[in-house]
C-alpha cells in the first residue's frame, strides 16, 4: 500500500485498476477535469474511449458489460455530460446491465447554488439506478468504488452512478483498496427453499404439456451449461424472450423459437394450452404476455428468479424458486425424470411449418424485386455461420434478426429489450466488440435509430473498431408506421424520412462502405463486409413497406396471435 | 375487483442521504398517493424507521414492499393492517389566548378530549392532542369555530404486534462476514 498521500482524482484510478477495469469510456468537462488528467498519467493502465457523446459512452460501456459478462465503466461531467447518461442508465436498469457511470460535480461549497453546469443528478438517476451515491470528500472513494462495483454486478445486475464534487477529485489522502464483500441491508443471493424444488420436480415429472420461457437470467446467471442439461433431460420444448436467445444454440432440438410480441407462432398458441411452465430467469413483460389476464391461466407456473420483486409482480405462479438459476437449475436436474415429450412437440413443428408457408418463406426467399429484411439477416448467417454477436437497435429490424438470427454461443444477441432505446446498437457494438475482440460484432440498424446515435462512427474512425454495420433502410419508422397502417388506417404521421445518402456519410468518416439495392449484390457485399478486417458499413436498401409477422395487437392475447 | 384499504408500511434502513427520495420514488412511479409519511431513528442506533401509510389493494402493497425492500441500503421492509399495528397520530392547534376567557365552552372541549395545553401566553396558546385520525378531526371541528390560528398534525407513528427482527438480520450478517 501506498503511503504517499493521493488526490481523488487518482484515487479513482487506483480504484477502477483494484476492480479489474482496464477500460472506460467518456467524455471530459469542466467538473471532471482532474479526473482526466489522471486518465493521461496512467494511460498505459487504463485505456480512455472518448465517445462523441455521453449517450454514445454509456451504450459503449453496456455493449463491452453484455458482451464480456464484466462491468462496464462510463464516465462524464456534470450538468448535461451526466443527463446526456440517463437514457442508457435506465436502459441498463431495465435491461439488467451491470455499469458503474462516474460523473463530476461542481465543487461542494456550490452545492445547491445553481453553478454553471450544476444538475442534480443523483436526483434525476435515482429512479433509474440500482445504486447511486455522492461523494464530497476523497476518503470516500475507495469504499464507495468497492460498494459500486459489487452492487453493480451482484444478484440481478444493474447500473450504479457515482457523482465526485471536483474538491473531492483535488483533495489529497492517504489511499487504502479493500474489495466489497457484502453489505448488511442487501441480500444478492437469496438462499434456495428446498421445499419449492422438491414441488417443482413433482410438477415437471407429472406435466403431460409442460413448456419452458427462459429469459437473459440465464445468461447474467453464467448457468448455461445447467440451463441446458435441464432442458434436455427433462426434455421440455423451450421458447426464448428477446434478451434470453443466445443461452441455448439457434439450431437446439428442443429450441422452438421466441415469445412475445413478434414471437413465433407455436410457442405464443402454445402458450395457452400447456399444462406446466417453467419460466427461468425471465420477467412476464408485458411484450411477452401480451394480456395478463389470459396468459397461461390453465397452466401451473414455476418461476425461477433472483429477485424476489419479480414474483407475482405481472403474473401469479404456483411455485416460486428465488435464487440463483444457476443452482436451482442443478439440484432440479438432479431430481427430475428423463422424459421427452414427443407428442407435444410435434405440436410445435406443425404450427411451425403454417408459420414458414404464411410468412417465413416470403420472408427469406421473397417473389417480389425488393430485398427483405429476413433476406439479409440470413446472408449475415451464411456469412457468420452463427458465430458473430449481433448488435440490434429497436424497431422492424431489431424483431426480424431475433427471429432468424442463428446463434451458437451465449452473450451473442445484444439489443435494448425492456427500455426499446432506439440509438442503442452503434455505441453498443462498438463497445461489444471492445469487449469481445476476438469475436466478429454485426450491428443491424434500422434507418431511424441509425441516425440516433451515428456521430459514433467518429469514435469507431479514430480508434478503428472493427466493428460491421449494416443499416436496413426501408425510409420509414418502420415499426411505428407498420402500427399506422394496422391500427391508425395507414395515417402515416412523421414516419416517412428522407435520408441522407449514408455511404457518403460513412465515407466523410473514412470508412468502407457501399449500398445494395438489388438481390444479386446482397451476398457478394455482406461477404466483402465480414472478410473486411476493418470497420464497414453496409447499407441494404429493402421494401419500404413491409410489416413484421407474427404479431400480437398490443394488449390482445397470446393465443390472438396474427399471420398477417 | 380487490378492494383497497389503510396499510402500514415499516421501512427499516441505512441512514444515507436520499434514501427517502428513492423511497417516495417508487410510489411515484406507480401513481399512489401517500397518506402519511414519517421517519425516525430507530430502536437500532444508525438505523431508520420510516411509517408510510397508504391506500391500497393487498396485492399492490405487497409488490410495493418488494420494490422498496428490493433497495440496496433498505434493510427490511414489512405491510401491516390497521388491526396489526398500534398507531397513533399528534395534532397541534393554536388558539387566540382572549377565546379561552371569553368562550367558555372551549376549556369544555379541552377537558371532554383529553387534550393536553402545552403552553399559555397573552396573545394565543396551544393544544396537543394524540389518537387515531377521527379523534384529532373531532377536536379540529370542535376548535374550528372558535377562532383556530394554526392546526398541524403529524404522519402516523406505529408499532407492529409481530417482532420484526431486525436486530436477528443484521446479527447474522456480522456472523457470516
Redesign the interface.
Known sequence: MKKKKISGAEAVIHSLLNEGVDLVWGYPGGAIMPVYDEFYKFQDKLKHILARHEQGAIHAAQGYARSSGKVGVAIATSGPGATNLVTGIADAQIDSTPVVCITGQVPSHLLGSDAFQETDI??IS??VT???Y?ITKASEIPEIFAKAFY?AKSGRPGPVLIDITKDAQFELFNYEYSKC??????NPLPKINNSSIDDAVKLINKAKKPFIVWGQGVILGNAEVEFKSFVEKSGIPAAWTILGVSALPTSHELNVGMVGMHGNYGPNLLTNECDLLVAIGMRFDDRVTGDPKTYANQAKIIHLDI???E???NIKVEVPIIGDCKESLKLITEKIEKRSHEKWISKFDDLMKIEFDKVINSDLNPSKKGLTMGESIIAINEQTNGEAIIVTDVGQHQMVACRYANFIHSKSNITSGGLGTMGFALPAAMGAKMGAMNREVVAVIGDGGYQMTIQELGTIFQLQIPVKIVILNNDFLGMVRQWQQLFFDKRYASTEMINPDFVTIAKGYYLDSERVNDRKDLRPAVERMIKSKKPYVLEICVEKEDNVFPMIPSGASVSDVRLS | MEKKKNFTISVY??NN??LL??LS?IF??RHINIESFSTSESEIKDVFRFIIVVKMTK?GV??VV??I??Q????KAFYHTDSETIFQESALYKMKSSSLFEERHIQNIIKDSNARIVTVNPEFFVIEKTGFRDDTEKLYKDLKSYGLLQFTRSGRIAVSKEKMGISE??NT??N??
Open positions: 443523483i436526483g435515482m429512479p440500482k445504486w447511486n455522492q452492487i464483500k457484502g453489505i448488511r441491508s442487501y429477485d424476489p420483486a414474483i407475482n409482480k | 434502513t441505512e442521504v436520499g427520495h428513492r420514488a411515484l412511479k396485492s405487497e409488490k418488494k420494490q425492500e428490493k440496496v441500503e433498505v434493510i438480520i443484521l450478517f456480522k457470516q462476514k
